[in-house]
């Protein structure tokens, strides 16, 4: 008897569980098959949890809004998960959108869904970053090799053209850290010949170990002039280890994205700016394209969305303010 | 204190041994290792892992797991977040909120494994995405800032060792971990709970013929290592003067790593807590050596996976000789 | 006692029992595996609740919840499994449970329990350290380790089970004067055993027990061995005597072993095994027979030594070179290394030979060994309901069969039994010694190690006996007495 007592106060309680959580997502139920009102378009980002991809999503919803169509928005939890952001890919699939959103974790392993998309004519938008493929119609992106560029640029010119910089990146398989630890080194290489590039750390967006990864670095070069952090985690810990080793003002911090601490510490000169890219115009680029996609217009092969550099001095301007995410 | 030192000597000997030569190797490879500002830096890139360590020690010893211990130290740090920044309680009561909500994560742990006799690998597992998963939900995926709670940094970032001893800098975070382990240490070698703890973890069937209540003492050990996930939590919060909702998967096992780098047996019924102070620390000299050398990362990575299970196999080969 | 009953699920491990126990007195509870003196002692203790009946504790009707509420009545139990806790030292064993606090009540006073532990262990005349980890202690130590927990209660009823199987006759001759003492100190003592000599030896009173129910309560002095034995079974049995072994002297020899040396536990072994013969290692616990015949097995590594199996030298690293040679082990502790409990007999049987009934990509022919497992049930006369059945549930006698099946399955020829009949009670017994005198007739060579030395006086074509890790004499079965065999076996160095 008791145990069957017990069984049933667990069933009770899981399906009150379950209950509340459909609740709670009716909002964003997708019906299925082709008798739907309004054109329906799924979006695979590359995460949810962090700040730049719920800029990214508020601009798709925007443009959701704007051009009367349902979105989807998932993505897996971390930007390793690409098995994850494959099953997530297929049950999109399954679901016959009219147009598909795909920020690809690994730029090969969603091609044979990809295929798939294509024989059922579904058009297949990529953004943030590309797939190795010509399926997509089009590709929204920044240019991520240009912006971490022009970070260098800012870089040589905060630190007179010469010494030594230390780059943390958040990882070294994926094509944003890729293309940004590549497009700031090889700007160096290139133009400076007097600034060299010491270290080059991978901290996996943590903000915790890539400050223990700045501070090491710090430690391991007492004479160094500047860290570019390649994305909002990097640039934090970045930030923190210069902080906490009580070298601000003589070690350049240069970050990348935006987020509240990275934009406090600008507007204290702790950080010496930052590129941002335009994650809410990734979003609403995104979900535009496939309108037209769907539509049957015709759209550019890629879509850049432009990144921009701000300091302290142009942080607050109106240009820049709606592309700064808290 | 001999006590302390005098269970399975061995192994600390033998671990405390590997930390001084690593020591002496990183500060003839590299001039700027032995600094005391690196020495600092390594001892509060410890802190946080170690007070994890420190937590799921006892719950290694009793012969239990416990993987949740990343994602509660996440989740105390989020309800910390909560009070201080969303209701705009005082800095202390975010602190004691954070601490209640690690203690009760681990107690419903400990509930789990005692009295529903659910294995401790799964519950625990089952805690480690719930807390996951409510630190997402309750910070609705966003980071919670400490912005407007000056003094809330000060908690690990401090240092009330430089304003009693001048010129002594060490970062309140790295005091607490020390004291934090001597409690712990006291608490494992000299009370009633130590006590239990090992005699469940050496034969669990024997301790409750001895007319012991196990159950209630293995929710009490849960409970602890939560409210030590809960110090870890806060000390996190306060580095980083930021509740970050979605770090924390992954310390677990570097914790897990450095309880048994220290010697205690993951079979349960032996260890300590200062080998697993001396195992957080050996974990983190060898990756702030490596950094400073600018080893590439990939490297380091393999360096101590070999380092994990080099230690682990001399703590089997000691006990093969006995 | 009266009146007690239990019901476990399926079985009535209990109905109307009875049993009395006075002051100062010594009784014997007696009876096969089964019969229930456990589950009753266990009731006693408030391990187990009863579901019927009534007990009295000095006159009165007590009701007993828990092992904690008999420990404060004062009724312990030394249990058959250890219940010490390796970990901790003796004196925290002693105290587990009431450890003696100082300061604000959380803080342990390890002196004051040192201290106290020191004082019970010199009362029971006991050289042991207070702070050495039980782990540490051999297992008759660790068995007066429990006896001082229990009479450090303060114990008026101390119920003893089986707890002379771990030890060696001196320490049991050192386990009497402790229960003499105790006698006549007043305290009562429940005697749990199989070994009926030490009946005769130390009890005032037995009760039998058989299949749950009571049978009988007689003054030791008044009845024989060969009663109780009858009232335990319910009926006669004969012990089985050897077979001839005027000829054994010609047999082939399949098995040498020159100069074995491993540590200080073995320090020099050589023997010779001829076909067809038991040959008896005895000695006391610690004597190194069980190391020789784990090295012999390749379960240990040996540092030096020869061995020839059928004349010819071979080199043993594992247990499956062993095998391969034709050499079976069969441990003293089967339920830990002999036998997989949660599997079903079938599987326990062919699990050592799976190779033999492996088919294409290593699909197991399950009619082969289902026929196979079948032949050995029947001819072991293994007691299973089914070859289904798990091996969990079956009685240490037809569990100890399984093992057999188990290596005769994989063809062995030399077969290693070590205590073979270590809890399994009269009855079982009797039969594992046909079955071994029938293995010897078609032609298995038998190792038997063995601390019972009535049986290895009874079953042994020949005795070794050791002593602290070398062979110290060597008996054929017309000259081997009891007497010469404890003579070899404590001839130190």
């Given at each position: 008897?008791?145990?069957?007592?017990?069984?049933?106060?667990?069933?009770?309680?899981?399906?009150?569980?379950?209950?509340?959580?459909?609740?709670?997502?009716?909002?964003?139920?997708?019906?299925?098959?082709?008798?739907?009102?309004?054109?329906?378009?799924?979006?695979?980002?590359?995460?949810?949890?962090?700040?730049?991809?719920?800029?990214?999503?508020?601009?798709?919803?925007?443009?959701?809004?704007?051009?009367?169509?349902?979105?989807?928005?998932?993505?897996?939890?971390?930007?390793?998960?690409?098995?994850?952001?494959?099953?997530?890919?297929?049950?999109?699939?399954?679901?016959?959108?009219?147009?598909?959103?795909?920020?690809?974790?690994?730029?090969?392993?969603?091609?044979?869904?990809?295929?798939?998309?294509?024989?059922?004519?579904?058009?297949?938008?990529?953004?943030?970053?590309?797939?190795?493929?010509?399926?997509?119609?089009?590709?929204?992106?920044?240019?991520?090799?240009?912006?971490?560029?022009?970070?260098?640029?800012?870089?040589?010119?905060?630190?007179?053209?010469?010494?030594?910089?230390?780059?943390?990146?958040?990882?070294?398989?994926?094509?944003?850290?890729?293309?940004?630890?590549?497009?700031?080194?090889?700007?160096?290489?290139?133009?400076?010949?007097?600034?060299?590039?010491?270290?080059?750390?991978?901290?996996?967006?943590?903000?915790?170990?890539?400050?223990?990864?700045?501070?090491?670095?710090?430690?391991?070069?007492?004479?160094?002039?500047?860290?570019?952090?390649?994305?909002?985690?990097?640039?934090?810990?970045?930030?923190?280890?210069?902080?906490?080793?009580?070298?601000?003002?003589?070690?350049?911090?240069?970050?990348?994205?935006?987020?509240?601490?990275?934009?406090?510490?600008?507007?204290?000169?702790?950080?010496?700016?930052?590129?941002?890219?335009?994650?809410?115009?990734?979003?609403?680029?995104?979900?535009?394209?496939?309108?037209?996609?769907?539509?049957?217009?015709?759209?550019?092969?890629?879509?850049?969305?432009?990144?921009?550099?701000?300091?302290?001095?142009?942080?607050?301007?109106?240009?820049?303010?709606?592309?700064?995410?808290? | 204190?001999?006590?302390?030192?005098?269970?399975?000597?061995?192994?600390?000997?033998?671990?405390?041994?590997?930390?001084?030569?690593?020591?002496?190797?990183?500060?003839?490879?590299?001039?700027?290792?032995?600094?005391?500002?690196?020495?600092?830096?390594?001892?509060?890139?410890?802190?946080?892992?170690?007070?994890?360590?420190?937590?799921?020690?006892?719950?290694?010893?009793?012969?239990?797991?416990?993987?949740?211990?990343?994602?509660?130290?996440?989740?105390?740090?989020?309800?910390?977040?909560?009070?201080?920044?969303?209701?705009?309680?005082?800095?202390?009561?975010?602190?004691?909120?954070?601490?209640?909500?690690?203690?009760?994560?681990?107690?419903?742990?400990?509930?789990?494994?005692?009295?529903?006799?659910?294995?401790?690998?799964?519950?625990?597992?089952?805690?480690?995405?719930?807390?996951?998963?409510?630190?997402?939900?309750?910070?609705?995926?966003?980071?919670?800032?400490?912005?407007?709670?000056?003094?809330?940094?000060?908690?690990?970032?401090?240092?009330?060792?430089?304003?009693?001893?001048?010129?002594?800098?060490?970062?309140?975070?790295?005091?607490?971990?020390?004291?934090?382990?001597?409690?712990?240490?006291?608490?494992?070698?000299?009370?009633?709970?130590?006590?239990?703890?090992?005699?469940?973890?050496?034969?669990?069937?024997?301790?409750?013929?001895?007319?012991?209540?196990?159950?209630?003492?293995?929710?009490?050990?849960?409970?602890?290592?939560?409210?030590?996930?809960?110090?870890?939590?806060?000390?996190?919060?306060?580095?980083?003067?930021?509740?970050?909702?979605?770090?924390?998967?992954?310390?677990?096992?570097?914790?897990?790593?450095?309880?048994?780098?220290?010697?205690?047996?993951?079979?349960?019924?032996?260890?300590?807590?200062?080998?697993?102070?001396?195992?957080?620390?050996?974990?983190?000299?060898?990756?702030?050596?490596?950094?400073?050398?600018?080893?590439?990362?990939?490297?380091?990575?393999?360096?101590?996976?070999?380092?994990?299970?080099?230690?682990?196999?001399?703590?089997?080969?000691?006990?093969?000789?006995? | 006692?009266?009146?007690?009953?239990?019901?476990?699920?399926?079985?009535?491990?209990?109905?109307?029992?009875?049993?009395?126990?006075?002051?100062?007195?010594?009784?014997?509870?007696?009876?096969?595996?089964?019969?229930?003196?456990?589950?009753?002692?266990?009731?006693?203790?408030?391990?187990?609740?009863?579901?019927?009946?009534?007990?009295?504790?000095?006159?009165?009707?007590?009701?007993?919840?828990?092992?904690?509420?008999?420990?404060?009545?004062?009724?312990?139990?030394?249990?058959?499994?250890?219940?010490?806790?390796?970990?901790?030292?003796?004196?925290?064993?002693?105290?587990?449970?009431?450890?003696?606090?100082?300061?604000?009540?959380?803080?342990?006073?390890?002196?004051?329990?040192?201290?106290?532990?020191?004082?019970?262990?010199?009362?029971?005349?006991?050289?042991?350290?207070?702070?050495?980890?039980?782990?540490?202690?051999?297992?008759?130590?660790?068995?007066?380790?429990?006896?001082?927990?229990?009479?450090?209660?303060?114990?008026?009823?101390?119920?003893?089970?089986?707890?002379?199987?771990?030890?060696?006759?001196?320490?049991?001759?050192?386990?009497?004067?402790?229960?003499?003492?105790?006698?006549?100190?007043?305290?009562?003592?429940?005697?749990?055993?199989?070994?009926?000599?030490?009946?005769?030896?130390?009890?005032?009173?037995?009760?039998?027990?058989?299949?749950?129910?009571?049978?009988?309560?007689?003054?030791?002095?008044?009845?024989?061995?060969?009663?109780?034995?009858?009232?335990?079974?319910?009926?006669?049995?004969?012990?089985?005597?050897?077979?001839?072994?005027?000829?054994?002297?010609?047999?082939?020899?399949?098995?040498?072993?020159?100069?074995?040396?491993?540590?200080?536990?073995?320090?020099?072994?050589?023997?010779?095994?001829?076909?067809?013969?038991?040959?008896?290692?005895?000695?006391?616990?610690?004597?190194?027979?069980?190391?020789?015949?784990?090295?012999?097995?390749?379960?240990?590594?040996?540092?030096?030594?020869?061995?020839?199996?059928?004349?010819?030298?071979?080199?043993?690293?594992?247990?499956?070179?062993?095998?391969?040679?034709?050499?079976?082990?069969?441990?003293?502790?089967?339920?830990?290394?002999?036998?997989?409990?949660?599997?079903?007999?079938?599987?326990?049987?062919?699990?050592?030979?799976?190779?033999?009934?492996?088919?294409?990509?290593?699909?197991?022919?399950?009619?082969?060994?289902?026929?196979?497992?079948?032949?050995?049930?029947?001819?072991?006369?293994?007691?299973?309901?089914?070859?289904?059945?798990?091996?969990?549930?079956?009685?240490?006698?037809?569990?100890?069969?399984?093992v057999i099946a188990k290596w005769l399955t994989q063809d062995s020829d030399i077969l290693i039994f070590d205590e073979p009949t270590r809890g399994i009670d009269v009855g079982a017994k009797n039969?594992?010694?046909?079955?071994?005198?029938?293995?010897?007739?078609?032609?298995?060579?038998?190792?038997?190690?063995?601390?019972?030395?009535?049986?290895?006086?009874?079953?042994?074509?020949?005795?070794?006996?050791?002593?602290?890790?070398?062979?110290?004499?060597?008996?054929?079965?017309?000259?081997?007495?009891?007497?010469?065999?404890?003579?070899?076996?404590?001839?130190?160095?």
């Amino acid at each position: 008897m008791r145990k069957a007592k017990k069984f049933l106060f667990v069933f009770l309680a899981m399906s009150l569980i379950v209950y509340l959580m459909g609740c709670s997502s009716s909002a964003n139920k997708q019906q299925t098959g082709g008798s739907r009102e309004k054109p329906y378009i799924a979006i695979i980002s590359k995460g949810f949890q962090h700040q730049f991809w719920q800029a990214v999503k508020m601009g798709a919803e925007q443009a959701a809004k704007d051009y009367d169509v349902e979105i989807t928005f998932e993505g897996p939890e971390t930007e390793s998960q690409i098995d994850k952001q494959v099953e997530m890919l297929e049950a999109a699939l399954s679901r016959n959108p009219d147009a598909i959103c795909i920020a690809a974790l690994d730029s090969k392993a969603v091609i044979p869904l990809l295929e798939k998309a294509k024989e059922k004519n579904i058009p297949v938008i990529g953004f943030d970053s590309g797939v190795d493929s010509d399926i997509p119609v089009t590709t929204v992106a920044t240019n991520n090799v240009a912006a971490a560029a022009l970070a260098a640029d800012k870089m040589a010119e905060l630190i007179g053209g010469k010494g030594k910089v230390g780059v943390i990146v958040h990882d070294q398989t994926s094509i944003t850290g890729v293309d940004r630890r590549d497009g700031f080194v090889n700007r160096i290489k290139e133009k400076y010949p007097d600034i060299e590039i010491v270290d080059i750390q991978y901290g996996g967006g943590d903000h915790l170990k890539s400050t223990d990864i700045a501070k090491a670095m710090i430690q391991a070069h007492p004479d160094l002039k500047g860290i570019f952090g390649a994305n909002e985690g990097s640039a934090i810990g970045a930030l923190n280890g210069v902080v906490e080793m009580k070298k601000v003002g003589q070690i350049v911090v240069i970050g990348f994205d935006a987020g509240k601490q990275q934009k406090d510490a600008i507007r204290e000169g702790k950080m010496s700016g930052a590129i941002t890219q335009n994650p809410v115009g990734i979003g609403y680029k995104a979900v535009e394209a496939a309108v037209k996609a769907i539509k049957g217009e015709k759209v550019e092969k890629e879509i850049d969305t432009g990144f921009y550099w701000y300091d302290k001095t142009n942080i607050d301007s109106e240009e820049l303010k709606p592309l700064l995410y808290d | 204190m001999k006590s302390i030192f005098a269970s399975n000597a061995t192994q600390k000997v033998l671990a405390f041994g590997s930390l001084i030569v690593l020591f002496i190797f990183f500060s003839i490879a590299s001039p700027n290792f032995f600094q005391f500002n690196n020495i600092i830096s390594i001892m509060l890139s410890t802190a946080i892992i170690g007070i994890l360590a420190v937590g799921v020690t006892f719950v290694i010893i009793s012969g239990g797991i416990d993987l949740s211990i990343g994602t509660v130290m996440t989740f105390s740090s989020v309800i910390a977040g909560v009070f201080v920044t969303f209701w705009k309680m005082p800095i202390w009561l975010g602190v004691l909120g954070g601490l209640i909500a690690g203690t009760l994560c681990g107690f419903i742990s400990g509930v789990v494994i005692a009295k529903l006799k659910i294995p401790a690998f799964i519950a625990t597992l089952g805690m480690m995405m719930i807390t996951k998963g409510l630190s997402l939900v309750i910070s609705d995926t966003k980071p919670i800032y400490f912005t407007e709670a000056p003094g809330f940094s000060d908690i690990s970032m401090g240092s009330f060792l430089n304003s009693i001893i001048g010129g002594l800098e060490v970062p309140n975070a790295v005091v607490i971990f020390f004291v934090v382990s001597i409690i712990a240490s006291l608490i494992l070698n000299k009370t009633i709970l130590g006590r239990y703890n090992f005699a469940i973890g050496s034969n669990e069937e024997a301790t409750r013929l001895s007319g012991i209540n196990v159950d209630a003492w293995k929710i009490v050990i849960h409970a602890m290592c939560g409210l030590f996930c809960g110090i870890a939590g806060i000390l996190m919060a306060s580095r980083l003067n930021s509740a970050q909702p979605a770090l924390g998967q992954g310390y677990e096992l570097e914790a897990i790593a450095a309880v048994v780098i220290g010697g205690t047996s993951l079979s349960g019924g032996e260890g300590s807590i200062l080998g697993t102070v001396i195992g957080s620390l050996l974990m983190s000299v060898l990756t702030n050596g490596l950094r400073i050398l600018s080893v590439k990362q990939e490297w380091q990575m393999v360096v101590i996976g070999i380092v994990v299970i080099m230690a682990v196999f001399a703590d089997i080969a000691r006990r093969r000789k006995q | 006692m009266e009146g007690i009953d239990k019901k476990f699920p399926g079985v009535q491990a209990l109905s109307k029992c009875r049993f009395d126990l006075r002051a100062g007195e010594v009784h014997a509870l007696v009876g096969e595996n089964g019969a229930g003196k456990s589950t009753l002692m266990k009731i006693l203790t408030g391990v187990y609740s009863k579901d019927n009946g009534k007990i009295f504790y000095k006159g009165k009707e007590v009701n007993i919840l828990s092992p904690k509420m008999a420990q404060e009545l004062g009724i312990s139990m030394i249990h058959q499994e250890f219940n010490l806790i390796p970990h901790l030292t003796v004196a925290q064993n002693i105290f587990i449970g009431r450890e003696i606090r100082k300061g604000i009540g959380f803080i342990l006073d390890e002196k004051e329990i040192n201290k106290r532990t020191e004082e019970i262990l010199k009362n029971m005349n006991l050289n042991v350290d207070p702070c050495t980890k039980v782990m540490n202690l051999t297992v008759a130590k660790q068995q007066m380790v429990e006896i001082a927990k229990a009479l450090s209660y303060n114990s008026e009823v101390l119920i003893m089970d089986e707890p002379t199987g771990a030890l060696t006759e001196s320490e049991i001759e050192e386990l009497f004067r402790i229960i003499n003492q105790l006698r006549q100190k007043g305290v009562g003592i429940v005697y749990i055993t199989h070994r009926m000599e030490e009946i005769k030896k130390i009890a005032d009173r037995v009760t039998v027990l058989r299949d749950g129910q009571y049978i009988g309560t007689a003054d030791v002095k008044d009845i024989s061995i060969d009663q109780i034995i009858k009232m335990m079974v319910g009926r006669e049995i004969y012990e089985t005597s050897q077979i001839s072994t005027s000829d054994n002297d010609e047999r082939e020899i399949v098995l040498e072993v020159k100069n074995l040396k491993r540590g200080n536990v073995i320090k020099d072994v050589s023997f010779k095994l001829r076909k067809g013969e038991i040959l008896g290692i005895a000695g006391l616990m610690g004597a190194g027979r069980t190391e020789v015949a784990r090295a012999i097995f390749g379960a240990d590594p040996l540092d030096s030594g020869e061995i020839y199996v059928k004349g010819k030298r071979v080199h043993i690293k594992s247990p499956k070179d062993a095998i391969s040679h034709g050499i079976g082990y069969l441990s003293e502790d089967r339920k830990r290394y002999g036998l997989v409990l949660d599997m079903d007999v079938e599987l326990n049987i062919v699990l050592a030979s799976l190779e033999r009934f492996k088919g294409l990509l290593g699909w197991v022919k399950r009619d082969k060994t289902k026929s196979e497992s079948q032949m050995r049930v029947d001819e072991l006369k293994i007691k299973t309901p089914s070859l289904q059945q798990k091996v969990k549930f079956l009685s240490g006698g037809n569990q100890q069969k399984v093992v057999i099946a188990k290596w005769l399955t994989q063809d062995s020829d030399i077969l290693i039994f070590d205590e073979p009949t270590r809890g399994i009670d009269v009855g079982a017994k009797n039969e594992i010694y046909k079955l071994l005198n029938e293995l010897t007739r078609r032609g298995k060579s038998i190792i038997m190690i063995s601390s019972e030395l009535p049986e290895i006086l009874r079953m042994s074509h020949r005795i070794i006996v050791m002593c602290e890790g070398r062979v110290t004499g060597e008996l054929s079965a017309a000259e081997a007495t009891e007497e010469r065999i404890m003579y070899y076996a404590t001839k130190r160095e």
